[in-house]
């Protein structure tokens, strides 16, 4: 059964349950979350007892699928990790990121603004700086650098200097032959 609902062959979950007294895991309602298929996670906790894990959430959260996230949170105890803000942020569902910020308690780590920075998410960055600033850390200047997101790698250096890694980012420069006016703009 276990496969059946991760693969989304609904007709032969119905036949199995109806038929066949097949046991299943908390797997197949996190693979209807990650599938962002609301219909079969809701079937599932009416007809199946398994549940699902944190990972439910996390997972939906990270393809964006809110009306998923919402609906879990308010209709399972499981609740989430920090991956779900961190698997938010990086694929820059904002919308996402803020519901969970107001709505949950776990908060993100510092992988939440690294990715952010490194995908060119400025206006997740924003959001972060603005309710999240302790999690930021050397990482999110390297990675925004090698990313050549030289908007944010400016950013980062105004708003976080104790946490700009200089030495990495003189590295991607000099590697990525950034122009110098860029690197006297950083001050490198």
């Known amino acids: 059964m276990d496969d059946a609902i991760r693969d989304g062959h609904s007709k032969i979950v ?3 349950f109806e038929n066949r007294a097949v ?22 906790r009416v007809a199946r007892s398994e549940g699902c ?9 990270r393809r964006g699928h809110i009306t ?3 609906w879990l949170s308010e209709n399972r105890s499981e609740g989430c990790s920090t991956l779900a ?9 904002l919308d996402m990121l803020k519901w969970l910020h107001e709505k949950r308690s776990e908060g993100c780590t510092e992988a939440a603004m ?4 490194g995908r060119g998410q400025f206006d997740v960055l924003l959001f972060l700086h603005q309710y999240r600033s302790k999690d930021c850390s050397r990482l999110a200047s390297a990675r925004a650098a090698d990313f ?4 944010i790698v400016q950013w980062l ?4 200097p104790g946490l700009f890694d200089v030495s990495a980012v003189r590295v991607h420069a000099a590697t990525r032959a950034w122009p110098s006016a860029i690197a006297q703009t950083l001050e490198l």
């Open 85 to 93: 803000m961190d698997g938010a942020a990086a694929r820059g569902y």
């Open 114 to 117: 690294v990715a952010a920075a």
């Open 148 to 151: 050549e997101e030289l908007e």
């Open 53 to 61: 894990s944190t990972h439910a959430i996390d997972i939906a959260a």
């Open 14 to 16: 119905s036949w199995l």
């Open 23 to 44: 046991g299943c895991t908390s797997a197949p309602m996190d693979n209807a979350a990650a599938r962002g298929d609301i219909a079969a996670v809701k079937w599932l």
């Open 157 to 160: 250096k105004f708003f976080y």
């Open 68 to 70: 998923v996230v919402q």
